[in-house]
């Protein structure tokens, strides 16, 4: 089983104005690049790691290790704009392959 990251908070030095930082690692981000996320305080710092550890927890590693947090984000995207039309998204995946075929 894989390593979950510890996501956990570093003081940083040389930022002017934040103290600490979380970073969320390329294969968690939604973007699909790492993340770095600054802080105040250690407290806000904390918070926000394990907001996103409860949401690793409850939702998973690249959902199961079927699909990025990018690819659920598109998906989801791509849900939203055919739901006016009760179409299937695997029905319009399909369609779209035969007719490149």
Same mark, same amino acid.
């Given at each position: 089983m894989a390593n979950t990251p510890s996501l956990k908070p570093t003081k940083i030095n040389w930022?002017? +104005?934040s103290e600490w +930082? =979380? %970073?969320i690692p390329e294969s968690l981000s939604p973007t699909? &690049?790492?993340r770095r996320y600054f802080f105040n305080? +250690?407290? %806000?710092a904390q918070l926000?790691? &394990?907001q996103q550890k409860s949401g690793l927890r409850l939702y998973g590693v690249h959902g199961g290790g079927l699909l990025s947090p990018s690819v659920k984000e598109q998906a989801a995207m791509a849900l939203e704009?055919? +739901?006016p039309f009760g179409v299937p998204l695997a029905r319009v =995946?399909?369609?779209w392959i035969e007719k490149r075929l």
């Open positions: 930022a002017p +104005k +930082k =979380v %970073e699909g &690049r790492r305080t +250690k407290e %806000e926000f790691a &394990r704009a055919i +739901k =995946v399909a369609d």
